[in-house]
Every structure is written in structure tokens, then in C-alpha cells.
């Protein structure tokens, strides 16, 4: 059975920086496009950023340079490091494999919580 445990998140202030992370059990990361979604109250969830297996990267347009996504193989373990941070960027983040191949149960989330 497929679980995803995101971590890492808490408050910070505007400018400051946190890292996500996301273990997965019953897959092994490095077969699928992996990807960081987020979703802020009263917002649709969107892509944040995305990994494919032989670590190409994406992010939307919102990152701007201030995310990086990556991945490591042998933790089975997904990163998001989030720098200079704004208070647009507070949210639940999740992690999941990308939603165009059909979605893996969803984890709870990790808070990330941005205060101006």
C-alpha cells in the first residue's frame, strides 16, 4: 500500500527558508514524475514543482528561482527547498506522483506558514 508522509514545514517569517520532506513507502520514487503541489484556503491546489525519473526538474511560474526540488534515491525521500519565502507562499504542501498519471493516496499535508 502507497503512503506519503510530507514533513518539514512550520512558520517563518517573509525572506526566510524552510525544507520540505516527503517519504514514500510502497513505491520507489525514482520510477515515477514526482512532484510538490500546494493549497492555501479558499484556493485550488496547484503544481509547485516536479521531478521525473531521470531528474529533470519543473516548477510553476509563481518559483521565480526560489525552490528546488530533488530527490533521493536511495531514502526514497523527496525534498522541496524553499527560500526567500513570501507570505503567498503559506499553504499545504503535499507531495504525490504527477496527477496526468493518476494520483497516489493523498498524505496530510505539511503546513508552511509565511508571516509578513
Known amino acids: 500500500q502507497v503512503q506519503l508522509v510530507e514533513s518539514g514545514g512550520g512558520l517563518v517569517q517573509a525572506g526566510g527558508s524552510l525544507r520540505l520532506s516527503c517519504v514514500g513507502s510502497?513505491?520507489?520514487?525514482?520510477?515515477?514524475?514526482m512532484a510538490w503541489y500546494r493549497q492555501a484556503p479558499g484556493k485550488q491546489r496547484e503544481l509547485v514543482a516536479r521531478i521525473t525519473p531521470d531528474s529533470r526538474t519543473s516548477y510553476g511560474d509563481f518559483v521565480k528561482g526560489r525552490f528546488t526540488i530533488s530527490r533521493d534515491v536511495a531514502k526514497n525521500t523527496m525534498y522541496l527547498q524553499m527560500n526567500n519565502l513570501t507570505p503567498e507562499d503559506t499553504a499545504v504542501y503535499y507531495c504525490?506522483?504527477?496527477?496526468?498519471?493518476?494520483?497516489?493516496?493523498w498524505g496530510q499535508g505539511t503546513q508552511v506558514t509565511v508571516s509578513s
Open positions: 510502497g513505491i520507489i520514487f525514482g520510477f515515477y514524475n
Open positions: 504525490n506522483r504527477d496527477l496526468s498519471s493518476g494520483a497516489f493516496p
